[in-house]
């Protein structure tokens, strides 16, 4: 049947039942005898109690509704159109004929019994269709049990519901409150630490996670269980991140890494945060960049006065002002090509826009590469952050906030150490100048340009062999969202001076996310993909830290943000030594560079250190294999 055609017999239906309802209030008022009603009057009213309650059903939209999907707010409506139709049927019969012949009872009984026959026809068709769909389900559907019985679940469910092709068996929830209840007639089976037992025993095809603040460890507990019984798994993204705030079937998606490695929602200081932005000029070095492009983007939702993105490389730069432009109409962009080492062109940039708050992202940050490169860290790592950072006081501009990385903390490599260097500087500055210059030091972001996830993805679609540097190599990550966060919250907080370190959370192996991503994908670690170990590159260590042993952390107003107690330098002789350094630069001594960034930084790593644990990757590698090999044993029957 056309839509058309279905909406006429809509109103016809609606208009009948309005009749019904009339005739029903009579008989209603005269206790059904029929014979005691003088009708002739009754029916000359019919078409004028049908007009003006026909028009109050059309003004709100009654006809629109689907009754497959009727519910609360189709009984609402039903609400609404009755009490405003009967009113309008009282004006009308007023001013027709000043309500001769129309007892007040039936004004008052005809909404009622007005309200009950429209709505049981429509709890009817969606009880039949409901049915016939579990029936239909029950022979050829996926059969799925949801995690969490909470808003998102339930949402879910009703969604679920209406699809023939799943399911629904019911939920678990660790609230006990709702242990043995139902929703929508299924049973919340008991707590998730239930999950193996309710998959051995209840044919489960499809577990959905639908608890939205779920954290990472929870999640792979999940995840693990449901590998061992060898059952899908689909997760529900976090309710935040759903634009509608409503939850459907469609949103479910496959498990990612991210949600493997997530931990609990960021709570920030909005408000602050607003006031601390909302209004003015933001510049954002590297603003094509992993996390230049986030914050661009978080900033942009606070009202900024005006965005200037300082970008070296073009595509980059196109790629976020286009999408600027796309999703903030109304927001001022202003677009700089240019390279933070070029003196004239962050001043030019500075003197123009006026910008109030700066967010230095612009870095080189591949360790392996800047290794053999010294001189092109020195100069974009150190020289840049200096001209820029030096730019900001002669502009006045109001806060400078420079990104820095983990890999600055005892560093063991020249990346690490420039990037020291340069918080070194920001942090000395900020006693000669009226600028606020603030140090955000945070770990590995998932996803992040050249990181190590997209590098697993490529290569565990070409089939493998996945490589890791060493068995025992840990990183820290955070998503890029809830970096670009911290950074705003960090600095809305600072003062000036500080150097604030993001809680990490825990370190996770990178042989387990590895592992993790390869199951992912549905195949098995070492049998289906193969993974690699290559050895350290260098300058590469095992473990990375958030800040030196002398540093000391102290807490703030912030839970995930610490702040680290570094060490002073003589602002002289930090200077002396940076000049050296563009000197260097200028005369391309890589040397000189090398020896120039140990002065400043003393506890730089000796490499030797990652020829050792190289040599001694063989060994590793080899009681991995053995260990592997007596697991896979232990199962066979």
């Not at 095809?205 to 603040?213: L, N, Y």
């Not at 996770?508 to 592992?515: D, G, P, Q, T, W």
């Not at 994908?521 to 830290?545: C, F, H, M, Q």
Request: aromatic share 6%; proline share 4%; charged share 20%.
């Amino acid at each position: 049947m056309g839509i058309i055609n279905r909406r006429f017999a809509i109103v016809v239906h609606d208009l009948c039942i309005v009749l019904l309802a009339w005739v029903a209030a009579y008989l209603l008022r005269h206790n059904f005898a029929w014979q005691s009603i003088e009708w002739r009057p009754v029916m000359h009213l019919l078409p004028v109690v049908a007009a003006a309650q026909g028009l109050v059903f059309w003004g709100i939209g009654l006809h629109r509704g689907l009754w497959r999907f009727a519910s609360l707010p189709d009984l609402w409506n039903i609400i609404r159109a009755a009490v405003l139709g009967a009113l309008a049927v009282a004006l009308a019969l007023f001013l027709f004929n000043r309500l001769e012949g129309v007892p007040r009872v039936v004004l008052a009984v005809y909404p009622v019994l007005l309200i009950l026959l429209l709505s049981a026809p429509r709890l009817a068709y969606r009880m039949w269709r409901d049915r016939g769909l579990t029936a239909q389900a029950m022979a050829v559907g996926k059969r799925v049990l949801i995690l969490g019985a909470g808003r998102a679940g339930e949402m879910l469910a009703r969604d679920i519901r209406r699809d023939s092709e799943y399911l629904l068996v019911g939920f678990l929830d660790d609230n006990p409150q709702l242990k043995g209840t139902k929703i929508h007639g299924l049973p919340v089976l008991g707590s998730t630490e239930r999950l193996a037992h309710v998959l051995d025993t209840l044919d489960i095809d499809v577990v959905i996670i639908a608890i939205t603040s779920a954290g990472g460890a929870q999640i792979r507990h999940v995840v693990e269980m449901c590998e061992q019984a060898k059952v899908q798994f689909r997760i529900l993204p976090r309710m935040q991140d759903l634009m509608s705030g409503l939850i459907s079937l469609k949103d479910v998606r496959e498990v990612a890494i991210d949600d493997l490695l997530g931990r609990e929602p960021v709570s920030l200081d909005w408000c602050a945060i607003s006031a601390g932005l909302a209004g003015k000029a933001v510049l954002v070095s590297g603003a094509g960049g992993s996390i230049g492009s986030e914050l661009c983007r978080q900033i942009a939702r606070l009202k900024p006065a005006s965005i200037i993105l300082f970008e070296r490389c073009e595509f980059n730069l196109y790629s976020i002002e286009m999408e600027l432009r796309e999703q903030y109409p109304s927001l001022v962009v202003h677009v700089c090509l240019g390279d933070v080492c070029d003196r004239s062109g962050v001043e030019h940039a500075l003197s123009k826009h006026r910008p109030e708050v700066i967010f230095h992202a612009a870095a080189y940050k591949h360790v392996p590469m800047l290794q053999t490169q010294a001189r092109e860290a020195v100069r974009n790592n150190v020289l840049g952050t200096k001209t820029l950072a030096l730019a900001a006081d002669k502009y006045s501009c109001t806060t400078f906030v420079m990104i820095s990385t983990d890999k600055a903390v005892n560093p063991a490599n020249i990346m690490g150490t420039s990037k020291r260097v340069a918080e070194i500087f920001c942090q000395m500055l900020d006693r000669c100048s009226a600028t606020r210059y603030i140090t955000v030091r945070f770990g590995n972001v998932l996803g992040s340009a050249g990181s190590v996830v997209p590098l697993f993805q490529k290569q565990i679609a070409a089939g493998g062999p996945v490589t890791v540097t060493h068995p025992d190599i840990t990183r820290y990550f955070m998503t890029i969202p809830e970096a670009c966060q911290l950074i705003m919250q960090s600095a809305v907080m600072g003062k000036g001076g500080e150097i604030f370190v993001l809680n990490m959370g825990e370190p996770v192996k990178i042989r387990y996310l590895a592992e993790q991503m390869i199951r992912l994908s549905g195949k098995i670690p070492g049998e289906d993909i193969k993974i690699a170990y290559t050895g350290l590159r260098p300058g590469e260590k095992l473990y990375e830290e958030l800040f030196h042993k002398q540093e000391g952390l102290n807490e703030t107003g912030h839970e995930k943000i610490f702040l680290a107690q570094s060490r002073e330098v003589a602002w002289d002789y930090l200077n002396e030594v940076i000049d050296a350094m563009d000197r260097s630069c200028k005369e391309y001594d890589d040397a000189q560079c090398v020896l120039l960034l140990k002065k400043l930084v003393p506890e730089m790593e000796d490499p030797s250190v990652h020829k050792i644990t190289n040599a001694l990757l063989p060994v590793i590698s080899k009681v991995l294999e053995f260990k592997r090999g007596n697991r896979n044993d232990a199962k066979e029957p």
